[in-house]
Structure formats: structure tokens, C-alpha cells
């Protein structure tokens, strides 16, 4: 697995950042759902409900693409997010009960689910199929 790394030029030592950048994305989903859920205004609104609505689904879609290398899963979970909003949004509005806040949750609740399923099945994947005596 690639991760990124950012030359320290103090140390001359390469830091890992990943597990800080991705706790920083889902801090900054977490912010972006909790606008939109709570209807609280800000400028802060937008940028942080289209990261949560790219990001969440694209996050969950990563595990299922290992085999990829880091450019090709980034636009392929890029591209899942767009398909995940534009079935959640079609379904919404063919279903006549389209809101904002039904969107994000429904996009949060297909995001789980994506994620869950790909635990699911990694846990099934490492379990011994049968016991040997």
C-alpha cells in the first residue's frame, strides 16, 4: 500500500501523514453532514457538504478497489461517489421526497453500507473455511 509521505526538511526524515489526513477528511465530512443535518448557515456550508458528499462515498468504495494503484483508485472512487449522489438524487426525486437533509443521510447510509459489506467481506475472506483435526 502507498502512502504519502512529506520530506521533512528539519530531520531529513520522510513523516507518514496518512492516518492524519484521512482522520482530517472525516473530521471535515463529520462537519460538512452536521451543517447540512442541523441547517446551521455558515460559508463554511458548501465546501464542507460537497467533501462530505464526494468524500464519504469514495472513502467507502476504497476497499473494495486494493488491487488498484493510488491513481487509478482515486478516480475510481472519485467516479463511485458521482454514481452514488446521482442514484441517490434520481431515486429521491423519481420517490417524490427530496430534501437536503434526506440526501446526506441517504448518501451516509449507502456510504455505511458500501463500507460494511467490504469489512464483511474481508473478515469472511480470513475466517478458515473448515477445521481440520
Known amino acids: 500500500m502507498q502512502s504519502i509521505r ?3 526538511a528539519r530531520y531529513g526524515q520522510h513523516a507518514d501523514h496518512a492516518p492524519l489526513l484521512a482522520g482530517v477528511g472525516v473530521a471535515a465530512g463529520c ?10 448557515s455558515s460559508p463554511l456550508r458548501g465546501p ?7 468524500g464519504a462515498p469514495g472513502f467507502a468504495l476504497s476497499p473494495w478497489l486494493r488491487g488498484l494503484d493510488i491513481r ?9 461517489a458521482v454514481v452514488v ?6 431515486a429521491m426525486l423519481a420517490l417524490h421526497v427530496w430534501s437536503v437533509r434526506g440526501g446526506v443521510v441517504a448518501v451516509g447510509v ?3 453500507l458500501a463500507y460494511l459489506s467490504a ?3 474481508r473478515r ?8 481440520t483435526a
Open 110 to 112: 449507502v456510504s455505511a
Open 6 to 8: 512529506i520530506r521533512n
Open 119 to 121: 469489512l464483511a467481506r
Open 48 to 54: 464542507f457538504v460537497l467533501f462530505f458528499l464526494l
Open 72 to 80: 487509478g483508485r482515486a478516480v475510481a472512487c472519485a467516479s463511485g
Open 85 to 90: 449522489n446521482l442514484f441517490v438524487a434520481q
Open 124 to 131: 469472511r475472506d480470513r475466517t478458515p473455511s473448515g477445521r
Open 31 to 40: 462537519v460538512g453532514a452536521g451543517f447540512a443535518l442541523l441547517d446551521l
